[in-house]
């Protein structure tokens, strides 16, 4: 154990601490006895005397959306700051983007990052990445180049690295030395620098694959570990428990080391945002040691001890522990919590992939609802396997999924909420078997590639911008008594031809069908209100007929309307606003 911790200490107390990795079964050093003792003496002494005053440092301001600054985080509370996300890490927003916490301990012990009674036990003391730091942000653009406002395609710093101790002193095992590396920052989604493992408990980063490997996000791709520990054991990427027991030591690429990352093209040529076709490394090596800290039981081991079984009723392998409703869980590609009534929500997923499956059942219980947001912005995500009777799909839920191509809604849904499917630019077809009582607010905004929909009898209610810039759009089916036409609607759904609206709709919003430039035929069966702007820029609408108990036509209703040539106005009453029929140079006889 002496000649181990000199090498971490060595780490810490020289320049540069890494030197090629040492063949299988020679020593970690050749150092005298005396030199050892030397070293740790050293480096205790720099413990003991640490500095206790930290003088904060002001972070710059943000200029703009695309730049923004590392915040100082020492002499901080490790509970202070941050949020624990759905997928398990310790996450600081920044701007559109966020930044992902890394704690390392004085003794290699692992810092449980959702268990926030132990964060609030140690103190921020170091970080990688000095304060205003500049960190920079790329977004993502849709079919016609322009960008989203809240979805980043590349930031030049992922993680930090942070040291932190107990605020008491105590260490559980004997002190391991971390050099605090500052990582380069990626100049583009091309090129990638390895991270500082060494002195890192194996589980405070990575993430277990769903193919059973450890690995590391490195922008648009990731990277495979292989353990190679000094005690002879096999390290079983999917034991937690195990995992935690093991403090790296060295790393084959050091780093910094320069990660070279080419895409995947699509037959015009184009590169897929998130399709990596190859990169420089694929695998880092790492060498590790079983620390010397006494880890609290496992709760199944607690459960064993302290529950006495009736051996004659049951077995000890019936026994299963009591979770709480609302306690988040993982399975397979998703995360879930128990809700109330007996059945499961699913809340987001363990790791983005390219094919995810939500399945009809967890742990006996049915699959019934997806949370809000819970799938929001997994860019990486291209197809859905739903395998349950979903009846809520939550607000946000596919929010920002890019790369989804299509999506069945089952015919036990019953709620979809607002910005469900925002921004999925890449959704071609959407099968809605469900009966949803209404479209909410901005449900399929900036779908570009949609091309029809079919909406259900169920729907009474088209929220507001709830099909807005739909560009590629060029069909809907309402079968329904649809009663309302929300503000925004169908705005920018240029390539829409035709609609017609049922005999039960009361009212069209401001700006429902704004700059759909290609509808040429309107049917309206009932009495319906036009709102200001309803058809503004409709510049293929030929023809349209106003029913007798119509009560208004709003300002600039079909202004800019170039091909309108006829309007049929049955009733006298209708009220007609200001320049609802302006730039119409077709139009012979302008009602007043």
Known sequence: ???????????????????????????????????????????????????????????????????????????????????????????????????????????????????????QKYVVTGQNLAPNTEMKYIFLRDSNGEEYSSLVDFQSHQTIDLTVRRIDGTLAGDPVAFELIPIKPAPDKYTCYIRNYVGKNVLSFGYTSIGGDRRDEYGATSIRFSFVADDGAFLDPENDDLLKQYVVTAQDIAPNSEMKLTYTKDSQGKEYSNLVDSQTYQTITLYVHKLNIPYPETAAAVMETETEYDTAAESVSDASPVIADGTVMSHGDVLYRYTGDGKVEIVGYTKAQSSMSIPSEIDGRDVTRIADGAFENCTAMKS????????????????????????????????????????????????????????????????????????????????????????????VIIWGDITSIRKNAFRNCSSLDDVSIPSSCTVIGESAFQGCTDLDTVIIWGDTNIENSAFRGCTSLEEISITSGTD???????????????????????????????NCPKLKNIPR
């Open 1 to 119: 154990m002496k000649k181990l911790l000199a090498v971490l200490l060595s780490c810490f107390l020289t320049i540069s601490c890494f030197a090629p990795v040492p063949a299988q079964g020679s020593d970690y050093t050749a150092l005298t006895d005396s030199e050892l003792d030397e070293l740790i003496r050293k480096a205790t002494a720099e413990r003991s005397g640490r500095q206790t005053v930290h003088i904060p440092v002001a972070v710059n301001p943000s200029p703009d959306k695309y730049t923004w600054y590392i915040q100082d985080y020492v002499g901080r509370n490790a509970a202070g700051f941050g949020y624990a996300s759905l997928g398990g890490d310790r996450l600081e927003a920044y701007g559109a983007g966020h930044l992902e916490f890394i704690f390392v301990t004085e003794d290699g012990m692992y810092l449980d990052i959702e268990d926030e009674a132990l964060l």
């Open 384 to 475: 859905l396997l739903n395998w349950a009777d979903i009846e809520y799909i939550g607000a946000s839920a596919f929010k920002g999924c890019s790369g989804l191509k299509d999506i069945s809604i089952p015919g036990e849904t019953s709620f979809i909420g607002e910005s469900a499917f925002e921004g999925c630019s890449s959704l071609k077809t959407v099968i809605m078997w469900g009966e949803p009582a209404s479209i909410e607010k901005n449900t399929f905004k900036d779908c570009t590639r949609l091309t029809d929909i079919s909406l259900p009898g169920s729907v009474t209610c088209i929220g507001e911008s709830a099909f807005e810039n739909c560009s590629n759009m060029s069909t």
């Open 552 to 582: 208004y036509i709003g300002d600039y209703a079909f202004e800019g309307c170039s091909s309108l040539e006829n309007v049929l106005l049955w009733g006298r009453s209708t009220r007609i606003g200001k320049d609802a029929f302006a």
